[in-house]
Nanobody, 124 residues
Framework: QVQLVESGGGSVQAGGSLRLSCVAS????????MAWFRQAPGKEREGVGA????????VYTDSVKGRFAISRDNAKTTLYLQMSALKSEDTAIYYC?????????????????WGQGTQVTVSS
């Protein structure tokens, strides 16, 4: 049974840092692409960024470029999101998602598996 389990969320003051993790289990084939999404109160879920391919290339949404970094371990079973210079507008539930083959990274409907989410709260 495939599972994605996020951890690392919490409360932090603006300007601070947090690192989220997402452990993937149950896969017989490593996901080609893993991504982070977030949903702020009263807003639609949006893409934060993704890591994909054998070279672990990355892509980010403009609002987090230069502040967030996505990576995964060599076994490609754990996804990380290092968040720095956090702002109040980064407050959201953060979800990881995985796809077994290449898809447009920000097309949420094409992801096969999702985690349950972890709350990040940034206070100003």
């Amino acid at each position: 049974q495939v599972q994605l389990v996020e951890s690392g969320g919490g409360s932090v003051q603006a300007g601070g840092s947090l690192r989220l993790s997402c452990v993937a289990s149950g896969y017989t084939v490593r996901p080609y692409l893993m991504a982070w999404f977030r949903q702020a109160p009263g807003k639609e879920r949006e893409g934060v960024g993704a890591v994909y391919g054998s070279a672990s290339s990355t892509v980010y949404t403009d609002s987090v470029k230069g502040r967030f970094a996505i990576s995964r371990d060599n076994a490609k079973t754990t996804l990380y999101l290092q968040m720095s210079a956090l702002k109040s507008e980064d407050t959201a539930i953060y979800y990881c998602a995985a796809a077994l083959w290449p898809i447009p990274w920000d097309n949420q409907s094409m992801y096969a598996h999702w985690g349950q989410g972890t709350q990040v709260t940034v206070s100003s």
